[in-house]
């Protein structure tokens, strides 16, 4: 079991920044992947930025250039920083953690989410 815990959620202005923590309950070197996803008010739950355990990053179009994921090993810690914000961004925001078992394969970990809301 892997225990994901959000923090750094909150109300900030169009334009402005907010940074993403999720903290996990075991070594992030022994998780495959860690990852950001949002679900947006009436929407379905999307992909925003994924980091591997070697320190591959990817984004998707709409934050590409203005969100950048970074991982902490040492505080087994994952961050989101979210720059030039958008309502568009509004959303709850999921850490996601992957871990791949020799034996039983792929392991999907969510936390709790975090609410980020963006004023126009």
């Known amino acids: 079991q892997v225990q994901l815990v959000e923090s750094g959620g909150g109300l900030v202005q169009a334009g402005g920044s907010l940074r993403l923590s999720c903290a996990a309950s075991?070594?992030?070197?022994?998780?495959?992947?860690m990852g950001w996803y949002r679900q947006g008010p009436g929407k379905q739950r999307e992909l925003v930025a994924i980091?591997?355990?070697?320190?591959?990053?990817n984004y998707a179009d709409s934050v590409r250039g203005r969100f950048t994921i970074s991982r902490d090993n040492a505080k087994n810690t994952v961050y989101l920083q979210m720059n030039s914000l958008k309502p568009e961004d509004t959303a709850v925001y999921y850490c996601?953690?992957?871990?791949?078992?020799?034996?039983?394969?792929?392991?999907?970990?969510w936390g709790q989410g975090t609410q980020v809301t963006v004023s126009s």
């Open positions: 075991i070594s992030i070197l022994s998780i495959s992947t």
């Open positions: 980091i591997t355990s070697g320190g591959s990053t």
């Open positions: 996601n953690a992957v871990v791949v078992l020799v034996l039983t394969g792929r392991h999907d970990y």
